[in-house]
């Protein structure tokens, strides 16, 4: 089983703000990219990564790479979707793919594991928590409409993995339609095929605003102390 690897780091990071984008903000004395990028490195099915960037990106992200020759740095798109697209067809070798956030770089292995075995089986598999706060919807004024039950709201998290050739016509659909997602599942069930949820971990947060820095910070301490 080849499973190929794309890391979505093109991103502007508008809402976490500040002098140096989030994916290559230091944390532990390590960019948050190579955090990401040490989830995959060395796992003997994953044949081929590709993280990419933004354009203006590009030359310093192959230079931080550079003591990874597995990786291959391109530059990405308007929007994360594009992305991601010009991240998968840029595999060349893979049968599966696993589709994660640069900025997502708390995943545990053993997470990891559970995800890959999915998706072997099922074709269609990505990581998630089950929702701990009531969730309201409203109309456009502000005024609660309804509470959708709790027990079968999920918070979606990447990595998402699905077979290579069923993600491709996916995102060529979607291209097609103009349909623009919050992630790549979202594609995969408008075409119609079954997306399958592994529990995910309350830990492997995306590193969004900027007070997700000091929760990344707290997620790093409590694992060392853990490991002593
Ligand atoms: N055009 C884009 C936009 C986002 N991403 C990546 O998708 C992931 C999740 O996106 P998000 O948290 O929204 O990152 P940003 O787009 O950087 O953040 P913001 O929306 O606050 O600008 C990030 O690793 C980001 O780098 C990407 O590859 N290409
Ligand atoms: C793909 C994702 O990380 C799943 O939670 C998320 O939807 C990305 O959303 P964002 O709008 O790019 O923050």
């Known amino acids: 089983m080849n499973i190929g690897v794309v890391i979505a780091a093109a991103g502007q990071g508008k809402r976490m703000g500040g002098p ?3 994916q290559f903000i230091e944390l532990a004395g390590k960019p948050v990219l190579l955090h990401t990028l040490d989830l995959f490195v060395g796992l003997e099915y994953v044949k081929e990564i590709v993280v990419v960037t933004a354009e203006e990106d590009v030359e310093r992200t192959r230079k931080l790479l550079a003591a990874y020759p597995q990786a ?5 798109g308007a929007e994360r979707q594009d992305s991601v697209y010009l991240g998968i067809t840029a595999l060349s070798s893979s049968d599966y793919v696993m589709i994660h956030d640069g900025a997502r770089p708390f995943l545990s292995c053993s997470t990891l594991e559970k995800l890959v075995d999915a998706v072997r089986v099922k074709r269609a598999a990505i990581l998630a928590v089950p929702v701990k706060d009531t969730i309201k919807r409203t109309d456009e004024t502000g005024v609660v409409m309804d509470t959708p039950p709790r027990k079968s709201l999920w918070a979606v998290q990447t990595p998402q993995a699905f077979a290579l050739s069923d993600i491709l016509a996916a995102h060529e659909q979607a291209r097609k339609d103009g349909f623009l997602g919050t992630d790549d599942a979202s594609l995969v069930e408008r075409i119609g095929q079954a997306v399958h949820v592994v529990e995910g971990e309350y830990t492997n947060i995306k590193l969004t605003t900027p007070e ?10 409590w694992r060392r102390e853990r490991e002593q």
């Open 20 to 22: 140096v984008k989030k």
């Open 72 to 76: 291959l740095v391109i530059p990405g």
């Open 212 to 221: 997700d820095i000091v929760f990344g910070e707290a997620i790093l301490k």
